[in-house]
């Protein structure tokens, strides 16, 4: 097994993933979502791969279309729109019947397949490292996998002791959501109007968080 000290950066981010309060799955493809984004309208709007890319795709799912919005680069949205659009009228115009026919879907928005290939990497990266007890430890400290993510993982996993060791982890996190969620309750209530709230006050957003991911785009898988 390498030192940590020889470990690359994926590792690393991985493991700094842990120590935020969120499933670091999601977190990281979210960066890596807004990094490409950032990039993407910045510097390489006006690029023929990206053209060709948003053609292909007919431009972004609505949540990433939404998404670029919140950028605020007008002429960057318009650009990615428009290449969209002159793709379409292109296509319908050289063969209407396109419309009647089973045509083949157009390709993933290039945004959920930068999502797709960072949470591919850091799940393969999560896989190889579950004999590392420290990498192991900081993981059970972690927020824990979304759902969405924990049912990616652990089909993956080959070895019995190692998946029964992440089940237990998992099911131990949202008991301990689930103690949160009635106590944030209890103490809500009239009886116990005053008593002061602990960590449990933010308990039903991680939980939703926890059930869902933050990925909105999770309801569209199969
Ligand atoms: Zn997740
Ligand atoms: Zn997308």
């Not at 390498?2 to 309060?21: C, G, I, M, W």
């Not at 919005?69 to 019947?97: H, N, W």
């Not at 301990?176 to 969620?181: A, D, G």
Request: hydrophobic content about 35%; proline content about 5%.
């Amino acid at each position: 097994m390498a030192r940590k000290s020889e470990k690359h950066s994926p590792y690393f981010n991985l493991t700094d993933a842990f120590k935020v309060q969120h499933c670091p799955i999601c977190y990281l493809a979210r960066r890596s979502v807004t990094h490409y984004l950032d990039g993407l309208l910045y510097e390489r709007v006006t690029d023929p791969g990206t053209v060709a890319s948003v053609r292909a795709s007919e431009g972004f799912c609505e949540h990433h279309f939404r998404q670029i919005i919140e950028f605020q680069d007008a002429t960057g949205l318009s650009a990615l729109a428009r290449y969209a659009l002159e793709f379409l009228v292109q296509k319908l115009t050289q063969d209407p019947k396109t419309l009647r026919k089973k045509a083949a879907p157009p390709a993933l928005c290039p945004a959920c397949k930068t999502w797709n290939e960072t949470e591919a990497s850091y799940i393969g990266l999560f896989l190889e490292n579950l004999e590392d007890p420290s990498f192991m430890f900081d993981y059970e400290h972690s927020f824990g996998f979304c759902m969405p993510h924990f049912k990616m993982i652990y089909p993956k996993i080959e070895n019995e002791t190692h998946r029964e060791k992440l089940l237990k982890t998992q099911i131990a996190k949202m008991e301990s959501l689930i103690k949160e969620l009635a106590d944030f309750e209890r103490k809500h209530s009239y009886e116990h109007q005053g008593e002061s709230y602990g960590k449990e006050a933010d308990s039903r957003f991680r939980a939703v968080e926890f059930l869902k991911g933050r990925s909105d785009k999770f309801h569209e898988r199969k």
